[in-house]
């Protein structure tokens, strides 16, 4: 499974960006799909998920209400649409994918390089 990450880059507090994540290999459409990142000097943290159908979608408290994550099963892309971002959003964003769902705690098995975002005050 290889996963592909864009739409990465620096904007002003308050602005909005759009990451996308493109997956290739096995059956990607039955797998589910999440969000990670990572910020300078802290551990990785869980942002979103979502299932294989969409029918189960979980946030982080943290973004809940400004981040939204969606998937198109026929494009093998999960997206993750982040607005109002704020400075403590500024991380390196990953896309990931597991056959289980995905949960906070759930370290799952294939990932993408990640991609940076970074936003100023």
């Known amino acids: 499974v290889q996963l592909v990450e864009s739409g990465g880059g620096q904007v002003q507090a308050g602005d909005s960006l759009r990451l996308s994540c493109k997956a290739s290999?096995?059956?990607?459409?039955?797998?589910?799909r999440g969000w990670f990142r990572q910020a300078p000097g802290k551990e990785r943290e869980f942002v979103a998920s979502?299932?294989?159908?969409?029918?189960?979608?979980h946030y982080a408290d943290s973004v809940k209400g400004r981040f939204t994550i969606s998937r198109d099963n026929g494009e093998n892309t999960v997206d993750l649409q982040m607005t109002n971002l704020e400075p403590e959003d500024t991380a390196v964003y990953y896309c990931?994918?597991?056959?289980?769902?995905?949960?906070?705690?759930?370290?799952?098995?294939?990932w993408g390089q990640g991609t940076q975002v970074t936003v100023s005050s």
């Open positions: 990931a994918t597991d056959s289980s769902v995905i949960i906070p705690s759930t370290i799952p098995r294939y």
């Open positions: 290999g096995v059956t990607i459409d039955a797998y589910n």
């Open positions: 979502i299932t294989w159908d969409s029918g189960t979608i």
